[in-house]
Each structure stands twice: as C-alpha cells, then as structure tokens.
C-alpha cells in the first residue's frame, strides 16, 4: 500500500459551507443524577474538492456545532474531483464503518447514506455510488469516507508517478 499524502488546505483562503451530520444528547452519571451535554459532527467543504469534519461537545446545541465547525475548519483536505464524480472505484475503512464508492455517468445524482452523502456533497461531488456495508455510526461512516477520499488519486497524478503521458494511462 502507498504512502497516503494529506494535501491540507488553509480555512482563510476558501468560502466554506457547514453541514451538520448528527447530533447526538449524551449523558455523563455523577452523583447527583445525570448531566447532559451535547455532540455534534459537523462537515464543512467549499463544493470544489475541499473538504473536512469535526466534532464538538457542548452543554448546549448551538455551541457544540460551533465548536464542531472550528474543528472542521482545522480539518481541510483537498480531493481530487473528476467531472463531478471520483476519479475510480475505492473503499474506505474506520473502526466498524466500511464504505465502497463507485465513479457514476452524469446525471446519477449521489447515491449514499446520510453521513456519507454531506461528505460528498460537501466535497463537491455530483454523481456517485456509495454503499455503506459496515457500521451504520454516523462518526464512523464520515471518517470511513475520508479515509477512501484520501485514498483518490486523479489521472494526472497517475501520469506523472508513471512517468508516461495521459492517454497512456487510459489506453495502455
């Protein structure tokens, strides 16, 4: 298996768009009963092959998902996008979650499960195909697609690894 390279991407230079993935009431037992406080994923990306999540944990709402943006936003990731869908066939793997996601012709739409599809549309994705056949865990689908994100490498890239030209990497 490769080296996997993060292309990391500065959150002043983009305009950037925040989905909320879940949010989650979580309770912590102390002696007097119980505490609650919340948890939210948060994925942010500019429709143009940025993109990144985070997560926060808040006594309130509005807080956590703030807290889950900044997160977000220390996050970025630059993918590579080919004609609005990904480059080739992958799977991505974190703790229980597996997902396959699959180029599509134009005109698909994106065909993925909630966490999944606000990463993707978030990335900027038009057409693709996505199964998820592991855990259905919101926080681990999201680092699952990720992790077959990071994995995409475009044609271009491909060619000059190779040290062969464009067509050759179709064709031959």
Known sequence: MSQVNI???????????EKVVTIKRVAK?????R????SAVVV???GNGVVGYGLGKANEVTDAITKGI?????NLVKVPVLNGTV????????GGGL?????AAPGTGIIAGGAMRAVLESAGVHNVLAKSKGSSNPHNLVKATFNALLKLRDPYTVAQQRGISL??????
Do not use: C, Q
Not at 8 to 17: F, G, R, T
């Open 7 to 17: 292309k990391s991407v500065k959150a002043s230079e983009i305009d950037l768009h």
């Open 29 to 33: 037992v102390v002696k007097g009963g």
């Open 35 to 38: 505490r609650f406080s919340f």
């Open 44 to 46: 942010v990306g500019d």
């Open 70 to 74: 900044d997160d977000a936003k220390k």
């Open 87 to 94: 480059p080739h066939e992958v799977i991505g793997k974190y």
């Open 99 to 103: 997902i396959l996601l699959k180029p």
């Open 167 to 172: 067509s050759e990497v179709f064709n031959g």
